[in-house]
């Protein structure tokens, strides 16, 4: 059985205390939902296409494009939507006690996003938070989530392995590339209901568990 196909009763640790924590941006960190809509919406209506063609949060945004239109646009449109993108911060707020919850983990956090670098840059600062040392986006990696490849990555940066992390993250792409490349997975409902998380362990926010980082490393606490 492998960490993809376990139930998340099944799933265990290595250890009570983790090497590092690789969290999840959009979401998770910060609040950018009122941003990738304007950004979607512009977009869709520039391409004359339905304004109610959903977005699908915790995936590349690349991925996204090449679903509603045909391939000999894609690059065009890729660059154009990036550049939508990168224009809009309306909205970008940081989730409630998340600067002081990275203060804490000193070096042992780094964020693992869906975003471009710049992109992911940009709405860090409109959120008023410092981007990590090490990052990885989704120009870091040949295939983006739900793949294991970006959490594998994440691990590899921060000189440990998945099985040593915790991700956290709000969608369920996110939580099954994590899974998958064998992290404890940490879902928050902010985007999604509990329900659609399959994650080791469920929460309505962050603000609901305590991340304490140790002479060890960094342990995971429930505060409500």
């Given amino acids: 059985m492998t960490d993809a196909t376990r139930s998340p009763a099944d799933r265990q640790p290595d250890a009570a205390v983790f090497d590092a ?6 979401g998770t960190l910060v609040d950018s939902t ?5 950004a979607w919406d512009r977009f869709l209506r520039e391409e004359g296409l339905d304004p109610d063609l959903p977005k699908s949060h915790g995936v590349p945004s690349h991925a996204q494009v090449e679903e509603v239109l045909p391939p000999e646009r894609w690059a065009e449109a890729k660059a154009r939507y990036d550049a939508i993108e990168l224009e809009t911060t309306e909205g970008v707020v940081a989730f409630p006690g998340i600067a002081d919850l990275l203060a804490g983990l000193g070096s042992r956090w780094t964020i693992v996003t869906s975003c471009s670098r710049a992109l992911a840059l940009v709405r860090l600062a409109a959120a008023g938070l410092s981007a990590p040392d090490r990052m990885v986006t989704v120009d870091d990696v040949t295939h983006g989530k739900p793949d294991p490849e970006p959490f594998a990555r994440g691990a590899a940066v921060m000189g440990t392995t998945p099985r040593r992390c915790l991700a956290v993250e709000d969608a369920p792409a996110g939580l099954a ?3 998958s490349a064998g992290c404890t997975t940490l879902g928050v409902a902010s985007t999604h209901p509990l329900a659609a998380l399959d994650a080791d362990t469920t929460v309505a926010a962050l603000t609901d568990v305590g991340l304490a980082a140790e002479p060890a490393g960094v342990r995971l606490t429930r505060t409500a």
Avoid at 21 to 26: K, N, T
């Fill in 21 to 26: 924590v690789l969290f999840d941006m959009d």
């Fill in 34 to 38: 009122r941003a990738v809509e304007i």
């Fill in 177 to 179: 590339s994590a899974r």
